[in-house]
């Protein structure tokens, strides 16, 4: 869904999801949840809400996800080194 508000830069539930493996309804409940988020900004047409991504928003959603993603993989990389420090001194 992301992809296509980035790709068409705004749509509708019923425009999205006929390009979604999904029906309307739930197309229309991840719309609301993105609106909660911001991520999204709401415009009423007619009997219809017109959703645009938030690019500003998008880009710091986008950039936290890759601190938290940055953040775990050095874990792993610790966890990984003491694990083969380990595995050394048992030989």
Same mark, same amino acid.
């Given at each position: 869904?992301?992809?296509?508000?980035?790709?068409? !830069?705004? !749509?509708?539930?019923?425009?999205?999801?006929?390009? &979604?493996? @999904?029906?309307?309804?739930?197309? +229309?409940?991840?719309?609301?949840?993105?609106?909660?988020?911001?991520? @999204?900004?709401?415009?009423? @047409? !007619?009997?219809?809400?017109?959703?645009?991504?938030? !690019?500003?928003?998008?880009?710091? +959603?986008? +950039?936290?996800?890759?601190?938290?993603?940055?953040?775990?993989? +050095?874990? &792993?990389?610790?966890?990984?080194?003491?694990?083969?420090?380990?595995?050394?001194?048992?030989?």
């Amino acid at each position: 869904m992301l992809d296509l508000l980035l790709a068409d !830069g705004q !749509g509708t539930a019923t425009s999205l999801s006929e390009r &979604l493996p @999904v029906t309307r309804q739930a197309v +229309a409940k991840h719309l609301v949840v993105l609106d909660n988020v911001g991520l @999204v900004t709401v415009t009423p @047409v !007619g009997r219809e809400r017109l959703y645009r991504l938030d !690019g500003a928003q998008f880009g710091r +959603a986008v +950039a936290q996800l890759k601190a938290v993603g940055d953040t775990w993989d +050095a874990r &792993l990389r610790r966890i990984k080194s003491i694990a083969e420090t380990i595995e050394k001194r048992r030989r």
